[in-house]
């Protein structure tokens, strides 16, 4: 049985919390063994108590606010000399292996928010072996430690919005979460903590948190998803993101700020196009004007290779193109106009939209020359 469970099982014991044993001991799982695991609905939590109110108005949109996304994972304080060698199953027992879990939910914040994730790193990495890290996050709680940490955020006073996100580690948050709150100034800040967690839920984190930020930062309602959980998390925690009012990606928000027009010239008639921000849509840009040939392919897409190849480093794996849209399809080096609607494809990166003139794109006959060029 995991030490953590064990302590908190004597703590309870001892103060003689008949309720809380009984709420806490009934779902405490076997990490080693996967039968004596919990049902795996048992704890998912968007939790409303702890010490963090929701703002009165939910509804506030957070959109224009500028969000930072930080979070502490064991995976990424930690150094794994043989991955493949690594027995732990993130379902049944923290783990080593790259995401941890924590990062797996500030992963599907940033797709729902938008936002800068920052990884919160600390100086001395944290060992491998489970029993090993638990000594060393004990002793850490119980010097209330501030490991230093090696990066650090430069422009933190950008920032309205910051997510914290950390696991349950002895029942509060890593020492390193606290390292990170003491060295800036969250006053006027919003916070939004996120916790990756065992059987032992959010315990006292959330208060700790609040504890250590200045009275003038609203830390809003946080969620705790349990570790076996993790996987299945996204649906809820976008609906934890919507309640909170964060509706609207901030990376829309930024296309929209950022947007570029373009010109499509179609035997004298014209298509107007919004270019997306993205690697791929950038260097498309760079490259303009150009004069391509579209063909029709299948009926769906009208599509004209490019002389260039276009990076795709930190675009998606692949989208789900919608009529109007403009992508790459990066394995054939070919732009694709969507005149039909079209399921997820691999590979396929979204580089902008049509905003007038698809019938003039759905009407081109074969081998139609066109000129694509910036139109502001
Ligand atoms: C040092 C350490 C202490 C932990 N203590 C607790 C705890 O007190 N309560 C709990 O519910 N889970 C505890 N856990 C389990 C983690 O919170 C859980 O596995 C989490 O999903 C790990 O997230 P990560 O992959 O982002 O590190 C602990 C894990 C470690 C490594």
Same mark, same amino acid.
């Given at each position: 049985?995991?030490?953590?469970?064990?302590?908190?099982?004597?703590?309870?014991?001892?103060?003689?919390?008949?309720?809380?044993?009984?709420?806490?001991?009934?779902?405490?799982?076997?990490?080693?063994?996967?039968?004596?695991?919990?049902?795996?609905?048992?704890?998912?939590?968007?939790?409303?108590?702890?010490?963090?109110?929701?703002?009165?108005?939910?509804?506030?949109?957070?959109?224009?606010?500028?969000?930072?996304?930080?979070?502490?994972?064991?995976?990424?304080?930690?150094?794994?000399?043989?991955?493949?060698?690594?027995?732990?199953?993130?379902?049944? !027992?923290? !783990?080593?292996?790259?995401?941890?879990?924590?990062?797996?939910?500030?992963?599907?914040?940033?797709?729902?928010?938008?936002?800068?994730?920052?990884?919160?790193?600390?100086?001395?990495?944290?060992?491998?072996?489970?029993?090993?890290?638990?000594?060393?996050?004990?002793?850490?709680?119980?010097?209330?430690?501030?490991?230093?940490?090696?990066?650090?955020?430069?422009?933190?006073?950008?920032?309205?919005?910051?997510?914290?996100?950390?696991?349950?580690?002895?029942?509060?948050?890593?020492?390193? +979460?606290? !390292?990170?709150?003491?060295?800036?100034?969250?006053?006027?800040?919003?916070?939004?903590? #996120?916790?990756?967690?065992?059987?032992?839920?959010?315990?006292?984190?959330?208060?700790?948190?609040?504890?250590?930020?200045?009275?003038?930062?609203?830390?809003?309602?946080? +969620?705790?998803?349990?570790?076996?959980?993790?996987?299945?998390?996204?649906?809820?925690?976008?609906?934890?993101?919507?309640?909170?009012?964060?509706?609207?990606?901030?990376?829309?928000?930024?296309?929209?700020?950022?947007?570029?027009?373009?010109?499509?010239?179609?035997?004298?008639?014209?298509?107007?196009?919004?270019?997306?921000?993205?690697?791929?849509?950038?260097?498309?840009?760079?490259?303009?004007?150009?004069?391509?040939?579209?063909?029709?392919?299948?009926?769906?897409?009208?599509?004209?290779?490019?002389?260039?190849?276009?990076?795709?480093?930190?675009?998606?794996?692949?989208?789900?193109?919608?009529?109007?849209?403009?992508?790459?399809?990066?394995?054939?080096?070919?732009?694709?106009? #969507?005149?039909?609607? #079209?399921?997820?494809?691999? !590979?396929?990166?979204?580089?902008?939209?049509?905003?007038?003139?698809?019938?003039?794109?759905?009407?081109?006959?074969?081998?139609?020359?066109?000129?694509?060029?910036?139109?502001?």
């Amino acid at each position: 049985m995991k030490k953590w469970i064990v302590a908190f099982l004597s703590f309870c014991m001892l103060l003689g919390i008949a309720a809380c044993g009984a709420e806490k001991t009934e779902n405490i799982p076997m990490p080693e063994n996967k039968s004596e695991e919990p049902a795996a609905n048992v704890e998912t939590t968007p939790v409303t108590e702890a010490g963090a109110e929701k703002p009165e108005d939910s509804s506030t949109n957070q959109s224009g606010s500028k969000i930072l996304i930080a979070y502490f994972t064991w995976a990424e304080n930690t150094q794994v000399e043989n991955p493949e060698e690594v027995d732990v199953d993130a379902t049944t !027992s923290a !783990s080593v292996l790259l995401p941890g879990n924590t990062a797996k939910m500030a992963g599907w914040i940033q797709q729902k928010v938008g936002g800068d994730l920052f990884s919160i790193i600390v100086s001395e990495p944290y060992s491998s072996d489970y029993d090993e890290c638990l000594d060393r996050a004990a002793d850490e709680k119980a010097e209330n430690a501030r490991p230093e940490l090696v990066n650090h955020v430069d422009n933190m006073e950008d920032y309205d919005v910051v997510f914290l996100g950390f696991p349950n580690w002895w029942y509060t948050a890593p020492m390193a +979460i606290f !390292s990170f709150i003491e060295e800036y100034d969250f006053s006027g800040k919003t916070v939004v903590p #996120f916790c990756a967690h065992g059987t032992g839920g959010l315990a006292g984190s959330v208060t700790d948190i609040t504890a250590a930020l200045p009275d003038s930062t609203e830390v809003l309602e946080p +969620i705790g998803v349990y570790r076996p959980d993790i996987d299945s998390a996204q649906p809820v925690i976008n609906e934890w993101l919507e309640g909170l009012g964060f509706e609207e990606r901030e990376a829309d928000i930024e296309v929209e700020n950022t947007e570029r027009k373009l010109k499509m010239t179609v035997n004298g008639q014209e298509v107007a196009i919004t270019l997306y921000d993205t690697p791929a849509a950038n260097a498309l840009y760079d490259m303009l004007p150009l004069d391509l040939n579209f063909e029709d392919f299948n009926g769906i897409e009208k599509i004209s290779y490019l002389s260039q190849e276009l990076p795709t480093e930190g675009e998606p794996d692949g989208c789900d193109p919608d009529v109007g849209d403009l992508c790459l399809y990066a394995p054939w080096g070919n732009l694709s106009i #969507f005149y039909q609607d #079209f399921r997820y494809s691999d !590979s396929l990166i979204m580089l902008g939209h049509i905003d007038s003139g698809m019938d003039v794109i759905s009407e081109m006959e074969e081998n139609t020359s066109i000129v694509l060029e910036k139109a502001n």
